[in-house]
């Protein structure tokens, strides 16, 4: 089978999409989990994560080196405490962070956001990056992240009463906007095209990750909401609560099926102790 990300004809591994490090606090003691879409309704439980052959591995180790990175600035993130990033309050809901390692850190968002486009699993139907997955494969086949305002990344941190929670995996729908973009040329009057973007998301750790997933630098964004190459970051900070929409599957917490999945779970894992 061909490898989706070298494309050489090799043996494939069964990766995780989202990778399982992510999972560590979502699990229960039968090592399953609960998955919420906004989507669709449905509650599904799945059995350590979802799993596809999809790459070598050689690409599964390189992946693995950034996820790494990744999930130690994301844990760290989570208790606002590290050994060599740096924490201060622009204002009560926005963190600054300094000393993240811009390469890894957003080699890692962007393979993620590319394997969910690159699987076939139905429950990433809403991740299809069309042109740009092909392009996203060429950069993570190079290992060298894009400059700051390509395809930028910004994060929330969630909290629940004012605490941070890291089990939290969500997806959404992507969101398509439009631009009005002014060409650089000697024309009076100047060329303006309308551009189509669109941002996905997703949510891993308690925090979610917003990828404009857009290539050109006529882009007008506020830079000092994204990632940047320097390091630096700032995230926000929202009640989960207010970050979901009315008709979220949060507000389904309470409801008679969601409780009877939680209740099974709970009852087996005490049936296997
Ligand atoms: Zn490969």
């Known amino acids: 089978?061909?490898?989706?990300?070298?494309?050489?004809?090799?043996?494939?591994?069964?990766?995780?999409?989202?990778?399982?490090?992510?999972?560590?606090?979502?699990?229960?003691d039968l090592h399953r989990m609960v998955v919420?879409?906004?989507?669709?309704?449905?509650?599904?439980?799945?059995?350590?994560?979802?799993?596809?052959?999809?790459l070598c591995h050689n690409c599964e180790q390189r992946f693995?080196?950034?996820?790494?990175?990744?999930?130690?600035?994301?844990?760290?993130?989570?208790?606002?405490?590290?050994?060599?990033?740096?924490f201060s309050l622009v204002d009560e809901n926005v963190i600054k962070i300094e000393g993240i390692r811009y390469n890894e850190f957003k080699l890692a968002i962007l393979s993620?956001?590319?394997?969910?486009?690159?699987?076939?699993?139905?429950?990433?139907?809403?991740?299809?990056?069309?042109?740009?997955?092909?392009?996203?494969?060429?950069?993570?086949?190079?290992?060298i992240a894009p400059d700051e305002s390509i395809y930028p990344i910004s994060i929330k941190r969630h909290e629940i009463e004012k605490e941070f929670h890291p089990a939290i995996i969500m997806q959404f729908p992507?969101?398509?906007f439009k631009q009005l973009v002014t060409i650089n040329t000697s024309t009076i009057p100047p060329i303006k095209i309308q551009?189509?973007?669109?941002?996905?998301?997703?949510?891993?750790?308690?925090?979610t990750f917003k990828?404009?997933?857009?290539?050109?630098?006529?882009?007008?964004?506020?830079?000092?909401?994204?990632?940047?190459?320097?390091?630096h970051l700032n995230i926000k900070t929202?009640?989960?609560?207010?970050?979901?929409?009315?008709?979220?599957?949060l507000k389904r917490i309470d409801d008679q099926d969601v409780n009877n999945i939680f209740e099974k779970m709970i009852n087996e894992a005490e049936h296997l102790s």
């Open 174 to 176: 992507p969101k398509v």
């Open 112 to 143: 993620i956001l590319w394997r969910l486009s690159v699987s076939s699993h139905p429950y990433f139907y809403l991740y299809k990056l069309g042109v740009y997955e092909e392009k996203l494969r060429h950069i993570l086949l190079n290992g």
């Open 195 to 207: 551009q189509l973007v669109t941002i996905q998301a997703f949510t891993i750790w308690g925090h």
């Open 238 to 249: 929202q009640e989960l609560i207010e970050f979901m929409s009315e008709d979220s599957v």
């Open 64 to 86: 693995s080196k950034w996820e790494n990175f990744l999930k130690k600035d994301l844990v760290d993130f989570g208790n606002k405490q590290s050994k060599y990033l740096r």
């Open 1 to 28: 089978m061909y490898c989706k990300l070298c494309l050489k004809n090799t043996d494939l591994r069964e990766s995780h999409i989202i990778p399982e490090t992510f999972y560590q606090e979502i699990y229960d």
């Open 211 to 231: 990828i404009i997933v857009n290539d050109n630098n006529f882009l007008k964004i506020n830079l000092e909401r994204y990632l940047r190459k320097s390091g």
């Open 36 to 54: 919420l879409t906004l989507e669709d309704t449905k509650l599904k439980l799945i059995q350590s994560g979802i799993k596809e052959k999809l």
